[in-house]
């Protein structure tokens, strides 16, 4: 399995709703990213999981709760979302952190209404 | 801060060799990448030299490494239609966190 995996692909949302984005791997890397990315820009890093515990959150609003349960599996949990925050949610990992790039997984496309 | 720049646009005809360039600041990069994306889909890792080699090849595509200009490039082979997407760019110098360049969009014309 070379795959990174996420669900939902669409996903829209009430700016009051709580909803979650999953994502999973089966390829033994311990390190795993959330990357948030809007229409003709490159990725922007949310958070970096190595080893099961969070080692970098990029100054992330609250609103957005990242959770990694075990080592194949990573969430993050939307809460009072605004309009802008509607954007393509992508998931990636990598043996560890130390290089030689990640696998990304499709995305999950999250409208806020 | 780290910065990593490519040119936005390159338009080839199906055949023809395509060459994205990209530059970078932090000289103590230890790999460069280059991703693809194709519309509506997540990034494809397609390739990543390390900071000592100069060049690397993999079928259709060749990465040149100009560490002393800290110029990177992809060069596609061949190119067809199905090689139009964006191209990132990108480094490591922080252990988790890669710099993304604002991606090159490759448009393949018949």
């Keep these: ?113 | 801060g780290e910065d990593v720049e490519q040119s936005l646009f390159l338009s080839v005809r199906e055949g023809d060799s395509s060459v994205i360039n990209c530059t970078y600041t932090d000289s103590s990069s230890t790999y460069l990448y280059w991703y693809k994306q194709e519309p509506g889909a997540g990034l494809q890792l397609l390739t990543y030299i390390f900071s000592n080699m100069d060049m690397k090849q993999d079928q259709r595509l060749t990465v040149l490494l100009n560490k002393k200009d800290k110029h990177l490039s992809l060069r596609i082979a061949d190119t067809q239609t199905g090689d139009s997407a964006i191209y990132f760019c990108a480094d490591d110098t922080n252990a988790g966190k890669s710099t993304f360049g604002d991606g090159t969009t490759l448009t393949v014309k018949p």
């Excluded at chain 1, 709580?18 to 003709?40: F, I």
């Excluded at chain 1, 393509?88 to 806020?112: E, H, I, K, M, P």
């Design chain 1, 1 to 113: 399995d070379t795959e990174v995996t996420q669900t939902p692909k669409h996903l829209v949302m009430g700016m009051t709703n709580k909803k979650s984005l999953k994502c999973e791997q089966h390829m033994g890397h311990r390190a795993m990213y959330w990357y948030k990315q809007k229409a003709k820009k490159p990725p922007e890093l949310m958070f970096v999981y190595s080893y099961e515990k969070l080692s970098i959150n990029e100054s992330v609003p609250s609103r957005f709760s990242p959770e990694c349960p075990n080592s194949s599996l990573l969430n993050l949990h939307l809460h009072a979302l605004q309009p802008e925050d509607s954007a393509l949610y992508l998931c990636a990992s990598s043996q560890d952190t130390g290089g030689r790039g990640y696998t990304f997984g499709s995305g999950t496309r999250l409208t806020v209404v």
